[in-house]
């Protein structure tokens, strides 16, 4: 991956422009156009530049960063972006949501939920040439995780650059209760459903998250410590979706069941009543 993304400055007027159109988006409430009419379909690099951009306003405001997610694992979707990586975003300290909070309505645009293996880190990742046993090793736990995935971009209508300049399109995340250290769960064939108010509606394995979830962080441990800001001690990686991603609405409770790794929910709020009561 060495010189995959070489860097670009978020001072340019492009980088400005379309971080400009995503903050405005993601602040009013209405989604924006697809950015790829100002970025060029190869550019990867401006897009992370735009996602960089966006992400250190956001800390300048008071978040912090917590971890990372990382998208695209799946190579059907590669396939329909004509793509043969994943991309990654940002989380921070705003995105965590507890199991017993309800996402409030009309705090995301567009809202998907994809069910994930979430891995918490008690050492740093600094290593370009980092192995999957460097992975274990940093690795504190693994957990059962729900991704709330949301767009800025107007109906998903998103090709590569676009999600990457989106953060990756990243929304919420919600974590399980139950830890469980690496050499006690198989990874790559752990098996997932996930439920929409009662009904199945996803399902998946471990596999289907690049053939292992920790393929992923090692993908993007090799990454990010290229691009000299390397996993660290107490992050949270988002390894990415082990099957479709599910669109949410006002009122929606979904629940997910990991094998080995144990359950994780989220409850969205109801649409608020209408003011001014009946017309009648």
Request: aromatic share 4%; glycine share 8%; net charge negative.
């Given at each position: ?104 309505f009309g705090r995301l ?161 109801p649409e608020p009543a ?7």
């Amino acid at each position: 991956m060495s010189g995959a993304i070489p860097p670009v400055s978020e001072s340019s007027a492009a980088v400005q422009e379309v971080a400009d159109l995503l903050a405005d988006a993601a602040a009013s409430g209405k989604p924006c156009p697809p950015i790829r009419r100002l970025i060029s379909a190869g550019d990867v690099s401006t897009a992370y530049a735009v996602q960089r951009l966006n992400n250190e306003r956001r800390l300048a405001e008071g978040h912090r960063l917590v971890g990372h997610k990382i998208g695209l694992t799946s190579q059907a979707v590669q396939r329909q972006l004509g793509v043969d990586q994943p991309d990654f975003g940002a989380l921070l300290s705003d995105m965590g949501v507890a199991q017993d909070d309800q996402v409030p309505f009309g705090r995301l645009l567009q809202p998907k939920v994809e069910a994930e293996v979430a891995l918490v880190l008690n050492a740093d990742l600094p290593n370009a040439e980092c192995t999957i046993d460097d992975v274990i090793a940093a690795t504190e736990y693994a957990v059962s995780a729900l991704e709330i995935v949301d767009s800025r971009i107007a109906d998903w209508d998103i090709t590569f650059v676009d999600t990457v300049a989106d953060n990756a399109s990243s929304g919420l995340y919600v974590l399980g209760e139950q830890r469980v250290r690496l050499d006690e769960v198989d990874l790559a064939a752990v098996c997932m459903s996930m439920s929409k108010n009662g009904e199945v509606a996803s399902e998946g394995t471990g596999a289907a998250c690049l053939g292992s979830p920790l393929n992923a962080t090692l993908w993007l441990a090799r990454t990010l410590a290229e691009l000299g800001d390397p996993l660290k001690a107490g992050d949270v990686v988002l390894t990415g979706a082990l099957g479709p991603m599910v669109v949410a609405a006002a009122g929606d409770v979904f629940a997910v069941s990991i094998s080995q790794l144990g359950d994780v929910s989220v409850r969205f709020a109801p649409e608020p009543a209408s003011e001014g009561g009946s017309s009648e």
